[in-house]
């Protein structure tokens, strides 16, 4: 039997990112970052329940939060100028 943590999810998503990065073009990586985008909030409530979903990346605390933001902010400064967000 298999229970899915939040750093399993997490080293899921990295690999993921991982493998964009390398192999991946322009096209993908974009849609990857929006792809996480979009599902931050689901992960947010998932692992940390009750949690605010107004938080800006800056003042976030959660450790886990920080670092999905992480993963969409190194795919974004890959893209550099191809998406303006």
């Known amino acids: 039997m298999h229970f ?3 750093i399993w ?3 899921v998503l990295s690999n993921i ?3 964009a990065l390398l192999f991946g073009g322009d096209e993908e990586l974009l849609v990857l970052s929006e792809t996480l985008e979009a599902n931050k909030n689901v992960f947010i ?3 940390y ?8 990346v ?3 605390s959660q450790p ?9 902010q190194l795919l974004r400064n890959w893209l550099g100028d191809y998406i303006k967000m």
Do not use: A, C
């Open 9 to 11: 999810q997490l080293n």
């Open 58 to 60: 800056e003042s976030e």
């Open 49 to 56: 329940p009750g949690t605010s979903l107004n938080v800006s």
């Open 45 to 47: 409530q998932k692992w």
């Open 17 to 19: 990112v991982k493998r």
């Open 64 to 72: 886990g939060v920080q670092y999905f933001n992480n993963l969409v």
């Open 4 to 6: 899915v943590t939040q």
